[in-house]
């Protein structure tokens, strides 16, 4: 109690969850899937229709929502994906505290969510923890989201806002055979809302603690076979260790018109722009960037044929705070760098008829041309050479084309039983050609019983700047470089970080899955277990020789990104139970243990927490209190750059982090309805001091015990307004 008593906010939510608890324990709904209670929504916009059908229509949303596409391509039940794969549902979204939607994926069992700074979060499981971010395929409304330059997805730079959200589905574990690159530890895949059937609006506006401000709006209309939307919002926060500080600006526009021909057929365009700015700290570095995005899609979507075609494009503007330093004595400057990019994608999916009804197949094919510009990166095949055009003139020119075709096939030979294989060919310019198989038998033994073996082969690009990146530099007038060993020193970095030659990373995994139906689908228990065989890792080797006419022999040292020639054997597995008490009451939790094996050393390491653990769960009465409180716990571990000095080693200590919501939700005559509460976000460092504040990633321990980089975590409590029309 004196726990609760030190967080007001808390307390309160724990008060409420427990007061829902016990006024909703109403005779138990029979419940299928992942929700366990759900209100129909008016016009699809959000708030609740009080009508004597409600219950009907509800279990009808419940049974839909047992039902997933991602894994395969094509929708299925949930017990029979060939993948394990979570889904976070509207009503989730709609109940958690979460403000971000990389907080909404610690929902994930084994996910790890490391939010770096407010404008750079990574995401990660499965896997030695990585900074990078860039080992999940994000996909929204089927659109791939990754950036080209870092491979990484811009979460805090979508053109969508939480309340755009329908539906996450998230499959853990390889997908290249069915999407290609980067879908390596696995897929998230990000639904939006339809277009309501009538006319309709809603509007949010949040403020609290650490300069939070944020306000996101919707409107949409149908004109008879038409329907149209608009969206947009913008997010501003400080710092959480330094008030009046940026930490995060960000804002985001999206339109999208949708022509039905049936409910089975339509075409859809929709088009976004976002940007951004705010710093991101690395172990290394902290950069100050600022970034606009736009994209724009066509898809036709009919019972057995989809296709889109899509462009994107960003700038970048990024410039590097911290000096180049030899003993603590600078000698060098990063200056600002502006980087432009534009891609062009398109695939089609075909799902031929069944002329055997065991038998489905989904067959699919796509390609992508990208280019990357800049009049200030080096480019390492004409700066050093005195026989180029462009012999010490910097500027980038890189085009970059990819292709893949793929194959899935489904055999059911019997209703408990179904047999899944995939085959998916990818070429690129820049890696080649990769081969990536799957197969997976999923045995039904009993209703609600699912078991699930499954092998797959997944790889992952390499991003533009662990390829092509080279950084410009320049050099103060006191600095230890001097005369002709800059220019020397300048055609070192041209040919340094970026590797022209470097693979693609690979996986092999094995997996086991167990899903449980029980209590008529109100007890969900589900285990994955899985070995994974990471193979040809990205990782920067640093070799520097003291001497020569600079600081470093400049001709034998080395700063570069090449493949790791040691395996890392990662094995593990994940436990996690959804129970429904009621309509209005649905509780879960989860475990995940991680163990990674480095096979040249010969020891496990301690590179990725071994450990987390989710406890939560979520309400909504009748009379209109809804909220949630969730708990998640990650065990402590230590990240070590392989082969690299430049990149100092960091220590991350056991923490828990408390995310919650409390609100009351009325209706208003005429259709529309009102939202009023409060969100709380409280980082939790019970080994360690202070007990309600923790670095994240980027907050390295000296080896004096005092941290650099970074942000230090600290409580958040945002009220906010919701109304709709």
Known sequence: MGFLLMSRPLSILVFALAAALLSNMLPLAPAFGEEAGRREENAGEGFPDDDEDALDDELAFLQESGVVELAARHRQEIGMSPSAITVITREDIETSGATTITDLLRLVPGMDVVLISPFFSSVMSRLPWEYSNYHYLVLVDGSKVNSDFMGQPPWELLPISMEDIERIEVIRGPASSLYGANAFAGVISI???????????????????????????????????????????????????????????????????????????????????????????????????????????????????????????????????????????????????????????????????????????????????????????????????????????????????????????????????????????????????????????????????????????????????????????????????????????????????????????????????????????????????????????????????????????????????????????????????????????????????????????????????????TLGGRFRTVSGFLGSLYAFSRSEFTWEAEHSGVVPSMHMDNVILLVGRLGWRTDLSGGGGLETGVKLFLPVSPFSGPLFRYYESSGVKTPEGAHYGGDELSRRVMVYLEGSL
């Open 191 to 613: 639904t939006t809302k339809s277009i309501a059937e009538k006319t309709s609006a809603w509007l949010r506006v949040a403020g609290g603690e650490w300069g939070v401000l944020a306000a996101a709006a919707r409107a949409s209309v149908r004109i008879g076979d038409w329907g149209f939307s608009a969206s947009g919002g913008a997010d501003l926060a400080e710092r959480f260790s330094q008030k009046g500080v940026l930490g995060r600006e960000t804002w985001n526009l999206r339109l999208v018109a949708e022509y039905r021909w049936s409910d089975s057929r339509r075409f859809i365009a929709d088009g976004g722009v976002s940007g951004g700015s705010g710093p991101n700290n690395t172990k290394r570095f902290t950069f100050h960037n600022n970034t606009t995005m736009g994209s724009l899609r066509l898809a036709y979507d009919s019972e057995n044929m989809r296709g889109q075609l899509y462009w994107s494009g960003f700038r970048l503007w990024s410039d590097i705070a911290d000096d180049l330093e030899y003993k603590e004595s600078p000698f060098a400057t990063i200056p600002p760098i502006t980087i432009h990019g534009h891609a062009v994608d398109g695939e089609v999916q075909w799902t031929p008829a069944q002329l055997w009804e065991p038998l489905l197949f989904v067959l699919g094919a796509g390609g992508r041309i990208s280019w990357l510009g800049s009049d200030e990166l080096l480019d390492a095949e004409t700066y050093a050479k005195t026989g180029s055009t462009r012999y010490h003139d910097a500027g980038i020119s890189y085009w970059e084309t990819m292709a893949g075709a793929f194959a899935h096939a489904e055999l059911s030979p019997a209703e408990w039983v179904k047999v899944t294989g995939g085959l998916r060919l990818d070429y690129s310019t820049e890696t080649e050609e990769f081969l990536s198989p799957r197969l997976a038998v999923v045995f039904r033994p009993a209703k609600g019983q699912f078991l699930r073996l499954g092998t797959g082969r997944a790889f992952r690009k390499p991003g533009f700047w662990e390829t092509r990146l080279h950084m410009p530099v320049e050099f103060p007038k006191d600095s230890l470089i001097q005369g002709r060993s800059r220019e020397h020193f300048i055609e070192f970095m041209s040919r340094s970080i970026g590797n022209g030659n470097l693979d693609c990373e690979e996986l092999l995994s094995l997996e086991v899955g167990y899903l449980g139906e029980f209590l008529e689908g109100r007890l969900r228990v589900a285990l994955d277990l899985y070995y994974d065989f990471f193979m040809n890792r990205s990782v920067l080797v640093e070799n520097f020789i003291l001497g020569g006419t600079s600081i470093f022999d400049l001709d034998d040292s080395e700063l570069i990104f090449t493949n790791s020639d040691e395996r890392s054997d990662i094995f593990g597995g994940e436990l996690s139970v959804r129970l429904s008490l009621s309509r209005n009451v649905y509780l879960v939790a989860s475990w995940a243990h991680r163990e990674i094996f480095d096979t040249g050393s010969g020891r496990i390491l301690d590179s990725a927490p071994k450990n987390s653990i």
